[in-house]
């Protein structure tokens, strides 16, 4: 069983950074497609990024180009660095990993609120 405990996120203005961690543990993330999603209570959840076990990488449109994927083998951590944030970014962001298409395990959520 993998146990997946975030950080990061907190209130930055627009056009400002922030970068999410998701501690692993339990097994490697080297072996597993590993994601960031976010979503709010009644609104739909969206993937935002993924990266697979090949080190291949997907993103949202919404977010190409301003968020980055990535992850440290060595540490067992997953990182989301986001870049020139907007409002509509405002979302309780959270990590997961999977195998086979199919998401296993979750992070406890981060909220992130970007203001205008």
């Known amino acids: 069983q993998v146990q997946l405990a975030q950080s990061g996120g907190g209130s930055v203005q627009a056009g400002g950074s922030l970068r999410l961690s998701c501690a692993a543990s339990g097994a490697s993330i080297s072996t597993y497609c590993m994601g960031w999603f976010r979503q709010t209570p009644g609104k739909k959840r969206e993937g935002v990024a993924r990266i697979n076990s090949d080190g291949t990488t997907e993103y949202a449109d919404s977010v190409k180009g301003r968020f980055t994927i990535s992850r440290d083998n060595a540490k067992n951590t997953l990182y989301l660095q986001m870049n020139s944030l907007k409002p509509e970014d405002t979302d309780m962001y959270y990590c997961?990993?999977?195998?086979?298409?199919?998401?296993?395990?979750w992070g406890q959520g981060t909220q992130v609120t970007v203001s205008s």
């Open positions: 997961r990993s999977g195998r086979f298409g199919v998401w296993y395990y």
